[in-house]
């Protein structure tokens, strides 16, 4: 036969059961008042620990749900003070809504749209920051992807009308040998990028843009036989590789500065060739040894 033992305390004991039954007597707010004592916990150290307001447990402890906010609120605040407590969070949940149901407490604001979560899964504030942190090394990627790939103009000083243009000087002829082999002057013209990051413009005559980019090293370009008065705008003359008709010429120049308006047709590559060398032979028979280069005259002047 089962025997009652009541205790001190007006709680009773059934077959050696705890006195949980009490307990389940109470209403959710008691229940956590006396779980928060026992464990000799101040309010205060529960709102730090919850980050609930100390005002909005006084109103659940005493059970005086209407001063939350809403209903969603007086459930899910009670539920994160149990779990903090350690008590079942579903008994205290389901006692909230039992105490709201049998007081049928009515709330001033619009009830919320969800219940308030376990405010400990609200993200850190070192998690906030490194979601910046990321979003601003996001923006900056894609900047620099937008600059290299869709705007390549800007690679270059951009020039105005009102700024001079560098003059091109030709290379010494003696690092300006000529091929042993002369290109076919109706050949095909090839310029390929010894650098990377070398922007340059290929237009026409009429200034019809024929090809842009910011090369990379080892990309080439290959002038339109059909294209009339072929020219370039550059920035780096030196750092292109031109061939006619497979055969190796040479460069536009051996300094980097701007070129602009600069013939390079196949004809126009190879007259270039013809008048550095004649310009070297003129300067080596000279009596006196000096030569246009030292007189500063330029001995093409379509550069």
Same mark, same amino acid.
């Given at each position: 036969?089962? @025997?009652?033992?009541?205790? *001190? ?12 039954? /009490?307990?389940? @007597?109470?209403? /959710?707010?008691?229940?956590?008042? @006396? ?49 903090? $407590?350690?008590? &079942? ?9 039992? &105490? ?36 601003? $090394? ?18 270059? !000083? ?17 690092? @300006? ?22 922007? !340059? ?51 536009? *120049?051996? &300094? ?12 126009? $590559?190879?007259?270039?060739? &013809?008048?550095?060398? *004649? ?22 002047? !379509? $550069?």
């Amino acid at each position: 036969m089962v @025997q009652d033992v009541h205790d *001190a305390d007006g709680t009773w004991d059934e077959g050696g059961e705890a006195s949980d039954a /009490a307990h389940r @007597q109470l209403g /959710a707010g008691e229940t956590l008042r @006396q779980e928060r004592e026992r464990q000799g916990l101040e309010l205060s150290q529960v709102a730090a620990e919850t980050r609930i307001p100390e005002r909005h447990l006084v109103a659940i402890e005493n059970g005086d749900f209407a001063a939350l906010p809403a209903r969603t609120y007086a459930v899910g605040f009670s539920r994160t003070y149990a779990k903090m $407590l350690g008590l &079942d969070e579903k008994d205290i949940t389901a006692k909230v809504r039992e &105490d709201l149901s049998v007081s049928s407490t009515s709330f001033n604001e619009h009830p919320a749209k969800f219940e308030p979560g376990d405010p400990a899964r609200v993200p850190s504030r070192s998690l906030a920051w490194v979601g910046i942190i990321a979003a601003v $090394l996001l923006l900056g990627g894609i900047f620099a992807f937008y600059r290299s790939y869709f705007a390549p103009g800007m690679g270059p !000083a951009p020039i105005t009308e009102d700024e001079p243009v560098a003059a091109a000087t030709t290379a010494p002829a003696a690092a @300006q040998a000529a091929a042993v082999n002369t290109p076919d002057p109706n050949g095909e013209v090839v310029f390929t990028a010894l650098e990377d990051g070398v922007w !340059a413009r290929f237009y026409d005559a009429s200034g019809e843009r024929l090809f842009e980019a910011e090369m990379s090293k080892g990309e080439t370009y290959a002038l339109p036989r059909d294209a009339e008065g072929p020219q370039i705008w550059t920035g780096r003359p030196d750092a292109f590789a031109i061939t006619i008709a497979g055969e190796s010429v040479p460069k536009l *120049a051996e &300094d980097d500065f701007i070129m602009r308006d600069q013939p390079i047709s196949a004809a126009a $590559l190879l007259a270039r060739e &013809d008048t550095d060398a *004649a310009a070297a032979n003129g300067a080596a028979a000279s009596p006196n040894g000096i030569s246009n280069a030292a007189t500063g005259e330029n001995a093409n002047p !379509a $550069l």
